[in-house]
């Protein structure tokens, strides 16, 4: 298992770095996001999710449509966030591009990620891990997002228990030896909070049963095959018609069969993430460090 989430992990942290090196003025976010997507499979692992690829104000979730005609331009401040899995073991990591003068929006976020780690252990509490973030952000005269945090790694579960605050929440349940996080200190010079806005194009199945009509049924079976892990638009138009994709996810959403996760915006502010999965130990092992 441990070999599993090392593997997916250097995966992940390769796939992310040659993304990344990609996020110049002019380039296609369609083309990135494809391109990393690719380099995963490369590598020997699968995708964990579809990559997010995030600008400016919007935090998380904003995916590639099958059409997405975006371009990163001067100024930009882009996120993007990479999944890979290895026999269901998530290596999750993210990095925060800056195209244009949001230095310290990013800054505040990676040294809030290298705080929280530098403090990590068994039985340390998810309060205190909050605590540093939050107090590495606000040295900056910026503010972590407060309903956004991170989460545990489980198998085929990209969002597990515990969640892992970027704020000191008073909860004081500790971490165990052996368990897989994520940690994704997210910096706004905002208010420190998001919405959901619309519209989504990730989806998770989370209620498997059946359905009567026939293109839905179909397009289930593919949906199935991601072992309840996100999928996206995108990929479902590779193998059917955009209609027949459009009528088969608005019967499964009215069904609540499938949930989905819409883009992610700042109140007011821009927004920096910076990610690495790490499993805990007296010297905790992260997985997603390049050197590693």
Not at 52 to 68: E, R, T
Not at 222 to 244: A, C, D, M, Q
Not at 251 to 269: A, H, Q, S, V
């Given at each position: 298992?441990?070999?599993?989430?090392?593997?997916?992990?250097?995966?992940?942290?390769?796939?992310?770095?040659?993304?990344?090196?990609?996020?110049?003025?002019?380039?296609?976010?369609?083309?990135?996001?494809?391109?990393?997507?690719?380099?995963?499979?490369?590598?020997?692992?699968?995708?964990?999710?579809?990559?997010?690829?995030?600008?400016?104000?919007?935090?998380?979730?904003?995916?590639?449509?099958?059409?997405?005609?975006?371009?990163?331009?001067?100024?930009?401040?882009?996120?993007?966030?990479?999944?890979?899995?290895?026999?269901?073991?998530?290596?999750?990591?993210?990095?925060?591009?800056?195209?244009?003068?949001?230095?310290?929006?990013?800054?505040?976020?990676?040294?809030?990620?290298?705080?929280?780690?530098?403090?990590?252990?068994?039985?340390?509490?998810?309060?205190?891990?909050?605590?540093?973030?939050?107090?590495?952000?606000?040295?900056?005269?910026?503010?972590?997002?407060?309903?956004?945090?991170?989460?545990?790694?489980?198998?085929?579960?990209?969002?597990?228990?515990?969640?892992?605050p970027n704020y000191d929440n008073g909860?004081?349940?500790?971490?165990?030896?052996?368990?897989?996080?994520?940690?994704?200190?997210?910096?706004?010079?905002?208010?420190?909070?998001?919405?959901?806005?619309?519209?989504?194009?990730?989806?998770?199945?989370?209620?498997?049963?059946?359905?009567?009509?026939?293109?839905?049924?179909?397009?289930?079976?593919?949906?199935?095959?991601?072992?309840?892990?996100?999928?996206?638009?995108?990929?479902?138009?590779?193998?059917?018609?955009?209609?027949?994709?459009?009528?088969?996810?608005?019967?499964?959403?009215?069904?609540?069969?499938?949930?989905?996760?819409?883009?992610?915006?700042?109140?007011?502010?821009?927004?920096?993430?910076?990610?690495?999965?790490?499993?805990?130990?007296?010297?905790?092992?992260?997985?997603?460090?390049?050197?590693?």
């Open positions: 298992m441990i070999e599993d989430y090392k593997k997916a992990g250097r995966i992940a942290a390769q796939a992310l770095d040659y993304g990344a090196r990609m996020i110049k003025p002019g380039a296609s976010l369609l083309e990135v996001s494809d391109l990393v997507e690719k380099k995963i499979i490369d590598l020997g692992g699968e995708i964990a999710f579809p990559t997010q690829i995030s600008l400016n104000q919007v935090a998380a979730h904003n995916c590639a449509d099958p059409d997405d005609k975006t371009v990163f331009k001067e100024g930009d401040l882009v996120k993007i966030d990479v999944g890979a899995h290895v026999n269901g073991f998530v290596g999750d990591t993210a990095r925060t591009v800056d195209l244009g003068n949001h230095k310290d929006i990013v800054k505040a976020s990676e040294e809030a990620l290298a705080n929280a780690i530098k403090v990590l252990r068994p039985g340390i509490t998810l309060r205190e891990i909050g605590k540093e973030i939050q107090e590495t952000i606000q040295k900056y005269s910026l503010s972590p997002v407060r309903n956004l945090c991170g989460h545990g790694l489980g198998k085929f579960n990209i969002h597990d228990k515990p969640s892992i909860d004081s349940t500790s971490l165990k030896e052996g368990q897989a996080i994520a940690i994704e200190p997210f910096a706004t010079d905002g208010v420190g909070m998001i919405y959901e806005s619309s519209p989504a194009n990730i989806f998770m199945l989370t209620n498997k049963k059946p359905v009567r009509n026939s293109i839905t049924r179909e397009i289930l079976k593919l949906i199935e095959s991601y072992n309840g892990l996100p999928f996206t638009t995108r990929w479902l138009v590779r193998k059917y018609p955009v209609f027949k994709v459009k009528f088969a996810l608005r019967d499964l959403l009215n069904n609540r069969i499938i949930r989905d996760y819409p883009p992610l915006p700042e109140k007011r502010g821009f927004v920096a993430q910076t990610e690495h999965t790490v499993i805990i130990k007296d010297k905790p092992i992260i997985t997603t460090m390049l050197d590693n």
